[in-house]
Each structure stands twice: as C-alpha cells, then as structure tokens.
C-alpha cells in the first residue's frame, strides 16, 4: 500500500472543494440573515422554523422534519426554544403522543 501523499494534489482538492466553498457561502449567507434578524431576537433558523410551521399546516414534528429535511431531535430543541420564548404553541394531535405546533399572535407577529 501506497501512504505517500501528494502534496500539491491535495493542496489542489483543498482549494477547488466545492462543497468547502459552499458550506462557507451558506455560513456566510446565514450570518448576513441573522444580522437582518437581530432586532427581532431570533435567527434565521428560527425564522425558517416559524415559516415553515405557518406554511405546513400539518404542523407535527415528522412532516416539519421532512420539509424542512432535518432531524427530528435537533428540530426537537428548535421547536421547545421557539415555545419558550411563546411564538409557538404545542397542542395534542389526532394521536395522544402526537404534538401538532401553531404559531401564537407573538410568531405570527415575526413573519408579517
């Protein structure tokens, strides 16, 4: 087995990645949303969120999880900080353990 390097190839993956450069655009495109945001409270995470919930009237974690192509325990953390801070409301769904989520006046009042 071969375990030399060559040097200039990788330095030459390092530069050209584009999936390097695209996770920095999408970090930088997000900072530039969050300071838009800021005199709101939140970020644009928690916009995306709140949008997604008004949009998705079905509004329970698995339907939000997959529109938003996300997990459902970070989606999970995301949903009790936005509760929390009373722009959205849990209610119980068609099932008992299913949770439905609503915007409140206050999320609704963030997306207008």
Partial sequence: MNTQVDHALVVGIAQNCLCRKTRAASRMITRCYDEALEPTGIKITQFTLLVSIYHNKIGNITALANWLD???????????L?????FIRAEHGVHHNAKIYNLTKKGEAIIE
Avoid at 70 to 80: D, F, G, I, Q, V
């Fill in 82 to 86: 936005l509760s929390q801070e009373g």
């Fill in 70 to 80: 996300t997990e459902r325990t970070a989606l999970s953390r995301n949903l009790k």
